[in-house]
């Protein structure tokens, strides 16, 4: 009886070892008899894409392990997409062009992804397989292509694809029997070596899983932000409420009423985020500064940006992600130089007290939003934007390629100091009711205990 356990035992870890070696096989791709290349372009919510050309080339391996230069003239593997002069030797090329605002709604973090395909690769012009067999292409991208300015920046994919077509003899003509795709390099995700489908399907979620993923972004302002003069450099007289183009968010404070104090500072916190698009290591170093508007309507950088705690220069840097506190008074600004379109931020002016009312309008590409903020006063807490005021200002605010900016007023009036609060109004109203009805009942009593006495 042990021997017979010890032989169950040994066998059952034979068994064990042998299917633990075993790796499960990938789930193969349906077969097609067609293929398109699918071109993803990342990029910030709010940037406008122009005329944005993308070149993929398919070259030409072999034909049933026969390399291309190798094979006789009369039986040369065909070349698909088009030969231009540029186009390397035994490649032809497709083009995919992106251009307008008419781009999908972003995700939660504020990123777009438009994708786009090619037409079938074997019906862009007559393909004539010169015999049965099994052919085999190299599918890339032209990492280059597009002129970019030196605001611009763009990420390629480094994907790499083998195209495999079977062909078969049918009825004495030649067809496409099937066509797979196989991962040399990947994408965004997947694994070398993997088989996928590249089908081109008719809609975005179905595309041809033969895919390019590319990152685009760009940068609004000065492209030497710390240079001498650069926040006044260039006035932008077809926007009143932004002096210069190159301001590229800014904040600014007006203080309202005749019994406003036009030289107190305000207390304010402010958080830029990158756009998530944007790799870690590429992430931008923010510039801005404290900017004066003085009586004649003229603009002066603050020298030193006192009782700002933002270090002693003029201009400085901003740290993404990370809140920053400073203080403005009437007709100053926080003005940043070189945001990135996309950028998304939050800020908060910190309750100025009973004597002042805070409200506040957010402008995203030169459209002013609704009034956040209590024009009555009623609401003590401190102004944060969006917050609650999601409703008036949206729930997101992100720096546009045009006009972007929060602008807080401050109002102390004189004829805001009778303590009447008009939000208050039914409450009080309730309350004269009840002290009316009290004195009723008094008056009534009264007249009856004197009547009986």
Not at 124 to 146: D, M
Not at 250 to 263: C, H, P, R, S, T
Request: hydrophobic share 35%; with cysteine.
């Amino acid at each position: 009886m042990f021997k017979k356990t010890k032989l169950i035992v040994a066998l059952a870890l034979t068994l064990v070892i042998c299917f633990a070696g075993i790796t499960p096989a990938r789930a193969e791709p349906p077969e097609s008899k067609k293929a398109a290349i699918t071109k993803v372009l990342k990029f910030p919510y709010g940037t406008v894409v122009t005329d944005m050309k993308f070149t993929f080339y398919v070259e030409a391996i072999e034909a049933d392990k026969e390399l291309y230069n190798a094979q006789p003239a009369s039986q040369k593997m065909p070349i698909l997409g088009t030969i231009t002069q540029e186009t390397p030797h035994a490649t032809g090329e497709f083009t995919l062009t992106f251009s307008g605002n008419a781009f999908p709604e972003p995700d939660g973090n504020g990123t777009v992804s438009w994708s786009k395909q090619t037409p079938n690769l074997f019906d862009t012009k007559n393909v004539n397989w010169p015999h049965a067999g099994e052919y085999l292409y190299l599918i890339t991208e032209l990492k280059s292509g597009y002129n970019k300015t030196d605001k611009e920046n763009i990420v390629y994919s480094g994907a790499k694809y083998t195209l495999i077509v079977l062909v078969k003899e049918e009825a004495g003509v030649l067809v496409i029997n099937s066509v797979i795709a196989r991962v040399e390099e990947i994408d965004v995700e997947g694994d070398i070596g993997a088989k996928i489908d590249p089908d081109p399907g008719d809609a975005i979620n179905t595309f041809s899983k033969m895919t390019f993923t590319n990152l685009y972004w760009k940068h609004t302002g000065s492209t030497t932000p710390t240079g001498p003069g650069s926040p006044l450099e260039t006035p932008d007289p077809g926007k009143p409420n932004r002096p210069y183009k190159n301001w590229t968010l800014f904040v600014n404070k007006v203080v309202d009423g005749d019994l406003a104090n036009k030289e107190l500072y305000f207390d304010f916190s402010i958080t830029v985020n990158a756009p998530s698009v944007i790799p870690t290591v590429q992430r931008p170093t923010y510039y801005a500064c404290i900017v004066n508007k003085n009586a004649d309507n003229t603009y002066v950088v603050v020298g030193n940006p006192s009782p700002n705690d933002v270090g002693t220069s003029a201009i400085f840097t901003v740290t993404q992600g990370t809140p920053m506190s400073f203080k403005l008074k009437h007709n100053q600004y926080l003005v940043f130089l070189n945001t990135t379109v996309g950028a998304t931020y939050t800020v908060t002016e910190v309750h100025p007290g009973d004597l002042y009312i805070p409200t506040a309008k957010v402008t995203k590409n030169s459209v002013t939003s609704g009034v956040a903020g209590s024009p009555t006063g009623a609401d003590k807490t401190d102004l944060l934007l969006p917050g609650k005021y999601a409703a008036a200002v949206g729930s997101i605010l992100y720096v546009g390629e045009d006009n972007s900016s929060a602008n807080f007023t401050n109002t102390r009036s004189s004829s805001a100091t009778t303590g009447l609060n008009l939000d208050d109004l039914p409450f009080i109203g309730l309350i004269a009711l009840g002290l009316g009805a009290l004195i009723v009942f008094i008056v009534v009593k009264a007249r009856k205990n004197k009547h009986y006495n």
